[in-house]
């Protein structure tokens, strides 16, 4: 039986999952460093990624605006997959939902997506940001053309940063006793890293903020004040060719470039040796907060790193040998 659109109420079970994760040290990856390195488990969230806590929170707010009328309102967003879907979870039974995503990112999350009811556009992924023809500015069009249509804007959307403030960066303090030497993570939106810094801030925590790039993105260049033009890369969900407007350099301290093949190579190793099956931007932000254990000064202390996504969402690509053969990725570890 199809349950009619609308007629379920906003606090699902799903709801009352998001959120709460685990926080691992990573032992065995980190050993011999002069710091602990400690994983907070965003793939353990219900719809399986750091995006359930801004789906379900940026739905409540914009039904608490009155935004948003359940069994009537369609949802519209650009995504990488993951916020699409978390959106498609938290508006279950109450809303329909139009994602936009480029042609980079591979099928699994698309398949996922449409699993979960959402209608999925492809865009081309080699156009600037400024074509018509982009996945942000086809959401744009798309919502301007559906009736009674919300436009999420997770880009620039300021709840989006805010389930993380009032969330994740609480839960990293709270599971650390607020002993935090540094945070590190990636930026899609810019939502998680600036969020979490902002909770830290608020606590009085002096926490390095350390923004971990994919090499070929431009937002690590930006921070520096360069003018880099940006370049291709594999891995998905993070960096970019635009500065997001939720990701404020005030708040980031440092950021740290990593090449696909490290990334995958550390997502092999996150598997093999910590039995974490996660997706590309994990392996991003753990390379990157291993040289930032290595490198910082002061006493033994807690790097907390995020692992947004779970590997499932990469099994026809990164987790698959033909995929990485294709691509040229035959390190150590991306080889077995
Ligand atoms: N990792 C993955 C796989 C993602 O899809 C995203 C969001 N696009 C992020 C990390 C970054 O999250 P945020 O948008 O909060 O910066």
Request: proline share 6%; net charge negative; aromatic share 6%.
């Amino acid at each position: 039986m199809t349950v009619p659109l609308g007629t379920l109420p906003a606090q699902s079970a799903a709801a009352r999952l998001v959120g709460g994760t685990p926080l691992v040290e990573l032992a065995t990856i980190g050993a011999g460093l002069p710091h602990r390195v400690l994983a907070k488990c965003e793939f353990l969230n219900p719809a399986g990624s750091v995006k359930d806590r801004i789906g379900h929170h940026i739905i409540r707010r914009a039904e608490e605006a009155r935004l948003l009328v359940p069994g009537l309102s369609t949802l519209v967003e650009a995504t990488a997959g993951n916020t699409g879907v978390a959106l498609a979870c938290a508006a279950a039974g109450r809303y329909r939902v139009i994602v936009t995503m480029s042609s980079k990112m591979g099928p699994d999350k698309e398949a996922m997506m449409r699993a979960w009811g959402a209608d999925v556009v492809r865009c081309p992924y080699d156009v600037p940001p400024t074509s018509p023809e982009s996945f942000i500015n086809t959401a744009r069009r798309i919502a301007d053309e559906t009736a009674h249509s919300y436009y999420v804007d997770q880009f620039a959307n300021p709840w989006n940063r805010e389930a993380h403030e009032l969330t994740t960066g609480p839960e990293i303090i709270e599971q650390t006793g607020g002993q935090v030497a540094a945070f590190v993570a990636g930026a899609g939106t810019g939502g998680t890293i600036a969020g979490v810094a902002r909770a830290l801030r608020a606590a009085g925590s002096r926490a390095r903020v350390v923004l971990a790039d994919p090499a070929g993105s431009i937002l690590a260049d930006r921070l520096r004040g360069g003018h880099e033009p940006g370049r291709g890369y594999a891995i998905e969900g993070i960096g970019g060719d635009f500065v997001p407007d939720l990701l404020d350099p005030q708040l980031l301290d440092d950021a740290y470039e990593v090449s696909d093949a490290e990334s995958i190579s550390m997502c092999l190793r996150l598997q093999a040796e910590e039995g974490l099956w996660v997706g590309g931007s994990s392996g991003t932000a753990v390379a990157a907060a291993l040289r930032l254990a290595a490198e910082l000064p002061g006493p033994r202390s807690n790097i907390v790193v995020v692992l947004p996504d779970g590997g499932s969402r990469y099994s026809s690509t990164l987790f698959d040998p033909s995929w990485r053969t294709h691509r040229g990725f035959t390190t150590k570890e991306s080889a077995r």
